[in-house]
Antibody, heavy 118, light 107 residues
């Protein structure tokens, strides 16, 4: 069974940093593209970033470029999102999802809430 | 950036009725369009990929159609568990984009 489990969310002050993790199991992690998608409270879904299976290719939404960094450790079956210079508008539930380059997002984690507030 | 516009914003229907949801792209996305269902407090679930392919475990009452710029998700006969928000999403271009969602509510 495919499982994705996010962690690392919480309350952070504007301008602060946070790193999200997504632990994957039930599939060969190193063979799949992975992505982050977020959802602000009461709003729709917004794609954040995607990374190729080997980690060499990465893509970002414009509003996150230069502030967020996606990475992965295939030896640990874990996806990461390093978020710097956080703003109030980054407040959202962050989902990790499998896929994003050549496929739809076929499996999703339950999400991790990030709240940016003073 | 490809903008996806979903209509209607809200669809009020009764169980057993047919639901027809629309997604229009600002430029062609070929067949690279997916549909997701999201219930309150839950993660989205993939229903349809590449315009008309049902994802694993998705009931046959869900079907997708369209290509280019106009797409439709049809639920042939609404079950109580189908009342939710539905999103379309394209993977033709970067950035990947989602529609704003259609809420299917009980009439």
């Amino acid at each position: 069974e495919v499982q994705l489990l996010e962690s690392g969310g919480g309350l952070v002050q504007p301008g602060g940093s946070l790193r999200l993790s997504c632990a994957a199991s039930g599939f060969t992690f190193s063979s799949y593209v992975m992505s982050w998608v977020r959802q602000a409270p009461g709003k729709g879904l917004t794609w954040v970033s995607s990374i190729g299976n080997a980690g060499a290719s990465t893509y970002y939404a414009d509003s996150m470029k230069g502030r967020f960094t996606i990475s992965r450790d295939n030896s640990k079956n874990t996806l990461y999102l390093q978020m710097n210079s956080l703003r109030a508008e980054d407040t959202a539930v962050y989902f990790c999802a499998r896929g994003g380059f050549y496929t739809a997002f076929d499996y999703w984690g339950q999400g991790s809430l990030v709240t940016v507030s003073s | 950036e490809i903008v996806l516009t979903q209509s209607p914003a809200t669809l009020s229907l009764s169980p057993g009725e047919r639901a027809t949801l629309s997604c229009r792209a600002s430029q062609s996305v070929s067949s690279y369009l997916a549909w997701y269902q999201q219930k309150p407090g839950q993660a989205p679930r993939l229903l349809i990929y590449d315009a008309f392919n049902r994802a694993t475990g998705i009931p046959a009452r869900f079907s997708g159609s369209g290509s280019g710029t106009d797409f439709t998700l049809t639920i042939s006969s609404l079950e109580p568990e189908d009342f939710a928000v539905y999103y379309c999403q394209q993977r033709s271009n970067w950035p990947r984009t989602f529609g704003q969602g259609t809420k299917v509510e009980i009439k």
